[in-house]
């Protein structure tokens, strides 16, 4: 041993990844936060306006989904004891899953534990090693991770454009299947996919359509059936999922669509087989989630009515707040230090949302990114969208 260069360790080499990460303002630290569910949320004992949950129409609080969550436990216990097809096949499944059918209008659905895991599963179930799939830019993380697994060519199509699209679609006959896979709204974004003309493309080169509705499920369409619905497309999108987790205020996630293809899931969605079915107090929640859903429609209208309001407010004080069209309203920044400035002085001012920094969103486009709620007052949003202006001219995003 006569070199006296330091031996690698694996500690060593890790500290420094992180130590990196902090000098180029990525690093990622958790923060305990107390009322999430609520539009002021709590940290360390401060309350804050809460601009950055997906809880779109405040029902991850509601006291009627509380009730249906500790009533299932009640009646059925905590964990389900093991996966569907072996015994955790509870009758909270039954249920939930024939309001979502109900709700969706379609003929059979599959409801799993989250949009993560969904994604992963099913893009395996629709191709493989000799097809190919054409993903736009911005779809979410899950999706890329999901078509990782299966194998097939990936095309990411620039976000949002046909003509991109199109020009890849032509090039590939060669392949088996072809599957275009896309958000409905883009969850960094704000904007929406243009469905029509995909449903043009995808007939025309006779591939399959799989959309994400995450951020729209619930919010967009006649009763939130999301976005497909509101565009009449429900019958010509071969593959619909969504999930639980935002407007409906719960957990999990699901896919709606023909008899066959679920069928076809139960025997061979990996992500679904080899994991424990969900809890029946999520299972009850969801179920509550779809009725009121449903039934409340004046959540959504107050929703988009105050995403709209937000939206113009912000664009005309002369922030980029990227083709957003919907409930989620970022505004780009830009450099990875400077949102996280902004984000910590909206902090100072009693506002809470995040920066967000690539590689959620590409380099040098860093950006915050606000998420309203139906449940938000009018004068808290004029309250907010003063102290934005404020961060924005004391940083120089706008003048
Ligand atoms: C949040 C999200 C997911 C993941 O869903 P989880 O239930 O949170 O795992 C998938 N796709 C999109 C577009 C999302 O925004």
Not at 100 to 114: F, R, T
Not at 117 to 136: A, E, K, M, P, Q
Not at 161 to 171: G, Q, R, T, V, Y
Not at 296 to 302: K, L, N, S, T, V
């Amino acid at each position: 041993m006569d070199s006296i260069e330091k031996q690698w360790t694996w500690e060593e080499e890790i500290k420094g990844k992180l130590s990196f990460l902090q000098q180029i303002s990525q690093i990622r630290q958790l923060v305990n936060v107390e009322q999430a569910e609520q539009t002021w949320l709590k940290i360390n004992d401060r309350k804050l306006l809460n601009l950055a949950s997906n809880n779109y129409l405040g029902l991850a609080g509601d006291e009627r989904l509380k009730k249906a969550a500790i009533e299932a436990v009640q009646k059925r216990g905590c964990g389900s004891t093991a996966s569907r097809l072996i015994v955790g096949n509870h009758p909270g499944y039954q249920e939930a899953e024939s309001a979502l059918i109900n709700w969706k209008g379609l003929e059979a659905g599959l409801i799993l534990g989250s949009g993560y895991l969904l994604n992963t599963g099913i893009i395996s179930c629709i191709v493989g090693r000799d097809d190919i799939v054409f993903s736009d830019r911005l779809n979410h993380a899950s999706i890329v991770d999901g078509v990782r697994l299966s194998r097939a060519e990936h095309k990411r199509y620039r976000h949002n454009d046909m003509n991109h699209l199109e020009s890849l679609l032509k090039k590939a006959s060669g392949y088996k299947r072809k599957l275009i896979v896309t958000d409905t709204v883009f969850s960094m974004d704000g904007d929406i996919a243009p469905l029509s003309d995909l449903v043009t493309l995808k007939e025309r080169y006779q591939a399959i359509l799989m959309v994400d509705e995450a951020h729209s499920s619930g919010i967009y369409g006649m009763d939130g059936k999301g976005y497909v619905h509101h565009l009449g497309l429900q019958d010509q999108v071969e593959v619909q999922m969504g999930t639980f987790s935002k407007a409906l205020g719960c957990y999990g996630a699901y896919v709606v669509g023909s008899k066959w293809f679920v069928d076809y899931l139960v025997n061979k969605m990996r992500s679904f087989i080899f994991t424990t079915a969900l809890p029946s107090a999520v299972l009850g929640s969801i179920q509550a989630s779809i009725q009121i859903v449903q039934k409340e429609g004046i959540r959504r209208e107050a929703l988009l009515n105050h995403a709209e309001y937000f939206r113009e407010k912000l664009s005309h004080l002369g922030f980029n707040i990227c083709h957003s069209q919907t409930q989620i309203v970022p505004i780009l920044i830009g450099p990875n230090d400077q949102a996280m400035q902004f984000s910590q002085l909206l902090q100072e001012n009693g506002i809470f949302a995040v920066a967000i920094r690539p590689p959620t969103v590409p380099n040098n486009q860093a950006r915050i990114r606000f998420t309203i709620m139906a449940t938000h007052k009018k004068h808290e949003l004029d309250w907010a969208i003063e102290k934005i202006a404020a961060v924005g001219k004391k940083l120089g995003v706008i003048s």
